[in-house]
C-alpha cells in the first residue's frame, strides 16, 4: 500500500461532462518541446493552513493536467510550473477526481485526478495515453525530485524497468519496482515500438513501505479514459468561447 499518500484537505470538486480530444491553441503562441519532458509539471497545491502537497503531473493539453487525486482533492489552490517549457507557471481552477474517496483503499480505487488551469501552458505537441493493457511492459517514471527533505522543481526520470503483471487484490495499480518518492507524474512506455514509446500507461501514486517499489494508477480502462477525452473536451471548449 503507497506510503506516501496523504490525506486532502477542501477545494472546488466538479464532475466530468462532453466527450472528443482536446483542442490546440495556434502554433506561435506555442512552446517548443526542445527539452526532455516539456509536459510534465511540477504541482504545489495548497489548504487553509499553507502547503498541503508536492506532487507532480502531466499535460494532457495546454489546459488540462493529469495527476493522482489524493493530491489534489480537498485543496483550495495549486500552483502549476513546467520546468522544461522554460518554466512557465500557471495557477489551478478546478479539481476533476475520478470517484476518489478518501480513507477507502487506494488499492480499489482510481487514485486519478484531472485539473484545469487558469492560463494555457502551450506546448508543440501533448502527450497521449495508451488504450491497451500494459502489463510487463517497459517503461520509465517521471518526478520531481526530492534530496535532504527538500523537494525540487526539477523534473527526473527513472531508469527503464519493467511493471508488474496485475495483480487481483489491487486491480487498480500496477507495481514498480523502483519508486519516485513522488505521487502525480507520468510513467510512460519505453521500448522498441515506436508507436508505443511515450504513450502514458499511469500516474505514480506513492511507493510501497518496504518493498522500494513503487505504485501507478492505470489508465487502460475505457471508463477512465473515457473521462479524461471528456474533461479534455470540455475544458478546451470552454477556454475557447
Not at 77 to 84: C, I, Q
Not at 85 to 90: E, H, M, Q, R
Not at 212 to 241: C, T
Request: overall charge neutral.
Amino acid at each position: 500500500m503507497p506510503s506516501s499518500m496523504k490525506s486532502p484537505r477542501s477545494l472546488l470538486v466538479a464532475g466530468a461532462v462532453l466527450a472528443a480530444s482536446a483542442s490546440v491553441a495556434v502554433a506561435e503562441e506555442r512552446q517548443e518541446n526542445a527539452s526532455p519532458h516539456p509536459a510534465s509539471v511540477v504541482i504545489d497545491f495548497y489548504g487553509a493552513q499553507g502547503k498541503t502537497a508536492a506532487c507532480s503531473g502531466t499535460l494532457l493539453s495546454a489546459d488540462v493536467v493529469l495527476t493522482s487525486a489524493h493530491c489534489a482533492v480537498g485543496t483550495r489552490g495549486a500552483r502549476v510550473t513546467a520546468p522544461d517549457a522554460g518554466g512557465i507557471t500557471s495557477t489551478v481552477d478546478r479539481v476533476f477526481p475520478y470517484g476518489w474517496r478518501p480513507g477507502r483503499d487506494p488499492r480499489t480505487q482510481y487514485d486519478l485526478a484531472l485539473l484545469s488551469l487558469k492560463s494555457p501552458i502551450r506546448l508543440a505537441s501533448y502527450p497521449a495515453v495508451q488504450r491497451e493493457p500494459c502489463d510487463g511492459c517497459a517503461v520509465v517514471a517521471l518526478y520531481r525530485s526530492r534530496e535532504g527533505g527538500k523537494v525540487g522543481v526539477d523534473v527526473r526520470e527513472t531508469a527503464e524497468m519493467r511493471v508488474a503483471p496485475p495483480s487481483a487484490d489491487h486491480p487498480t495499480t500496477l507495481f514498480m519496482p523502483t519508486g519516485t518518492g513522488d505521487s502525480g507524474g507520468a510513467v510512460i512506455r519505453t521500448g522498441p515500438q515506436r508507436d508505443k514509446a511515450g504513450l502514458i500507461i499511469g500516474v505514480t501514486v506513492g511507493d510501497g513501505q518496504t518493498s522500494g517499489g513503487g505504485y501507478l494508477a492505470r489508465l487502460d480502462n475505457p471508463d477512465v479514459q473515457r473521462w479524461i477525452r471528456d474533461i479534455v473536451y470540455s475544458v478546451g471548449a470552454k477556454q475557447a468561447e
